[in-house]
């Protein structure tokens, strides 16, 4: 792997809705520190102070000395962006969904098992209480031998959710 430093050098690609959570993160943890972010839109660059910002990632990769990149871009930016990190050996934490394809995501598992990095995508659902709870009841011994699970999400989105960002509902 490419740095020996104890602590973490994070980068960001994508400074939309969901990077709010990963920079909070990343500025809790006591062992990262966020460098470099990324973003097409150079309004964007107000969200986060005091860190070097890039509206093209490629230029990203290859001016900063990076440990670890949030990939928090549109789902048709995932693997190629992905890509492009674990190829320069940084490590790469992407939002969901893995990949727009199910052969993009295999096409990414063989990129992690050829290479010296991980990616870890990011699924916190399954960190939430009822969660917990399913697995907590799954692994006790009176559960018995599970044969199947149905799952359903009864979230609801309204019509200006898919509206308000030129990606959502498509495969770009
Ligand atoms: N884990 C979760 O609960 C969760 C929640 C929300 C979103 N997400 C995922 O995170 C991803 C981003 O969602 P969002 O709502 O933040 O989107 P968003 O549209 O708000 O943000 C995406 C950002 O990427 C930038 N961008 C687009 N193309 C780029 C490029 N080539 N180079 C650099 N920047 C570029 C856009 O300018 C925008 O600022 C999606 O894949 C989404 O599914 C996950």
């Not at 990262?32 to 097409?40: E, H, K, P």
């Not at 098992?113 to 697995?135: G, H, P, S, W």
């Not at 018995?144 to 149905?150: D, H, P, Q, V």
């Amino acid at each position: 792997m490419k740095s020996d430093h104890k602590r973490l050098k994070v980068g960001i690609t994508g400074l939309g809705d969901v990077s709010s959570f990963h920079i909070q993160a990343i500025e809790m943890h006591e062992e990262a520190d966020l460098m470099a972010v990324c973003d097409t839109d150079p309004a964007t660059q107000l969200k986060v102070e005091g860190v070097s910002f890039y509206t093209n990632y490629l230029e990203m990769l290859e001016k900063e000395d990076l440990d670890v990149i949030h990939n928090c871009l549109p789902h048709h930016l995932h693997y190629s962006v992905t890509k492009a990190c674990v190829e320069k050996g940084i490590h790469v934490l992407l939002e969901k969904p893995v990949s727009i394809s199910y052969e993009e995501g295999l096409l990414q598992k063989e990129l992690e098992d050829r290479l010296d990095a991980k990616i870890c995508v990011c699924f916190q659902n399954r960190y939430n209480q009822t969660f917990l709870e399913l697995l907590r009841w799954l692994d006790k011994e009176e559960t018995g031998t599970i044969t199947g699970i149905k799952g359903l999400v009864t979230w609801f989105r309204e019509p200006v959710y898919y509206e308000s960002k030129p990606w959502r509902r498509k495969k770009i």
